[in-house]
């Protein structure tokens, strides 16, 4: 398992987050089936996850899935199973992209933003604007150092999934938002990364961090959702793009998703843009 870590961040570019979640799948798949990969087979395989997917839900084992056949994958590359033995991975039950997203309205995000107003959230308004505005991961924002900004250019300069490297506006609000904590809010730690802990001991934030101060944020603002992490901001920052006329190649630009189709997920909250191209029913009306 330490070989398939080293294998998939190298080979794979997996961010430690992604092959934390991968290793937390794989774990109990190992203690399942033993540690001699040579006597895994289909049937043991199958059988496994078809009694893993009694307790979890489908969501879940899709997650499961992911890892184990990555994994599998390893060993075969490594010689140390069959090949093809990633094909007796059964597959899970569930519909693409078939649920409507979930977003915040325009009122809620405003009140978000609100709610990290003054000397004591200069933080917390750094952060939440590049969720709301651009759509970022919370891994993003906790990666930021200073290198990523360009202040001449007007750009911020992300690390994506795959160690994709990308470029976005560095609008002036978020700019000013930025400004105003690095020389007003934040501690004076000698690390290139820009967001650091408010209490001692001082160091760079992470992607928890991140989760933790929106779900605080929206505590403050009174907004009742039942979706609290850092990535309901990011589908509203999509909808809301939707919303206001920018285009699917450009929401998708923005978000950097590897497919149009992720994006046109998000079209579906648009109820009026439906209903303008909605067909007429070609059947009978009804009784």
Not at 39 to 48: E, F, G, K, L
Not at 119 to 128: F, N, P
Not at 132 to 150: M, P, Q, Y
Not at 157 to 186: M, N, S
Request: glycine content about 8%.
């Amino acid at each position: 398992m330490a070989e398939f870590a080293a294998w998939a961040r190298e080979q794979r570019g997996l961010a430690e987050t992604t092959l934390a979640a991968y290793l937390g799948t794989i774990t109990p798949f190992v203690d399942a089936l033993g540690d001699i990969p040579t006597a895994y087979d289909a049937v043991t395989i199958r059988a496994y996850m078809i009694e893993r997917a009694k307790a979890v839900s489908v969501e879940r084992m899709k997650g499961i899935s992911v890892g184990i056949r990555a994994f599998l994958r390893f060993l075969i590359a490594t010689g140390r199973c069959p090949p093809g033995l990633d094909h007796a991975m059964p597959n899970v039950a569930g519909w693409r992209l078939a649920s409507i997203p979930r977003f915040l309205p325009d009122a809620d995000i405003a009140r978000i933003i609100g709610a990290c107003d003054g000397e004591r959230r200069l933080r917390d308004r750094a952060i939440i604007l590049p969720l709301v505005r651009l759509g970022l991961r919370a891994s993003e924002v906790a990666r930021l150092s200073f290198d990523d900004i360009d202040w001449r250019q007007g750009s911020i300069r992300l690390c994506g999934k795959g160690r994709r490297e990308e470029l976005l506006p560095l609008t002036q609000e978020i700019g000013d938002a930025l400004l105003a904590y690095i020389e007003r809010g934040r501690p004076a730690l000698a690390t290139p990364s820009l967001f650091i802990t408010e209490y001692a001991p001082l160091r760079p934030i992470d992607r928890i961090t991140v989760k933790c101060l929106v779900k605080r944020a929206l505590k403050r603002a009174g907004v009742e959702s039942r979706y609290k992490g850092a990535h309901i901001l990011r589908h509203s920052a999509a909808t809301a793009m939707l919303r206001h006329g920018v285009s699917l190649p450009g929401v998708s630009t923005v978000l950097r998703h590897r497919s149009q189709a992720m994006t046109a997920h998000y079209a579906k909250v648009d109820i009026a843009l439906l209903a303008a191209v909605a067909q007429p029913w070609p059947g009978r009306s009804p009784c």
